[in-house]
């Protein structure tokens, strides 16, 4: 894991910019989704912040077990699981994964990129 002292953690216009055209570029880009992770944390928001930690676990592997993700699933409210289960291809079923994240994920961004923009920028 990279070590950095979140108050150290700047950015460029530009970067909260394409941080602010959607949610998946705040998650693509590991400084932005450690900072994001913190600001659910102190915003107190869990069940953004399982569907966070089931982006990261979608893309941290290559293999979807049906256990270990639909545990992860069952913690996240709104999570439409009904076309995953006629998906058969695990790198299909990733990214739907991180698709249906993404989504859930979308109705906090534009309050996360003003944190951003008041502490990090």
């Given at each position: 894991?990279?070590?950095?002292?979140?108050?150290?953690?700047?950015?460029?216009?530009?970067?909260?910019?394409?941080?602010?055209?959607?949610?998946?570029?705040?998650?693509?880009?590991?400084?932005c989704r450690h900072i994001l992770e913190?600001?659910?944390?102190?915003?107190?928001?869990?069940?953004?912040?399982?569907?966070?930690?089931?982006?990261?676990?979608?893309n941290s592997t290559t293999s979807f077990?049906?256990?270990?993700?639909?545990?992860?699933?069952?913690?996240?409210?709104?999570?439409?699981?009904?076309?995953?289960?006629?998906?058969?291809?695990?790198?299909?079923?990733?990214?739907?994964?991180?698709?249906?994240?993404?989504?859930?994920l979308e109705k906090i961004r534009p309050?996360?990129?003003?944190?951003?923009?008041?502490?990090?920028?």
């Amino acid at each position: 894991m990279v070590s950095y002292s979140m108050a150290e953690v700047k950015f460029t216009h530009q970067q909260i910019e394409r941080f602010n055209d959607r949610i998946k570029n705040c998650l693509e880009d590991a400084q932005c989704r450690h900072i994001l992770e913190h600001y659910l944390k102190i915003s107190r928001k869990p069940v953004l912040h399982n569907a966070l930690k089931l982006w990261m676990a979608a893309n941290s592997t290559t293999s979807f077990n049906d256990d270990e993700f639909f545990d992860l699933i069952d913690n996240v409210d709104g999570f439409n699981e009904n076309p995953l289960l006629s998906i058969s291809e695990c790198e299909h079923k990733l990214s739907y994964v991180k698709l249906e994240c993404c989504r859930i994920l979308e109705k906090i961004r534009p309050y996360f990129i003003q944190y951003l923009s008041t502490h990090h920028f």
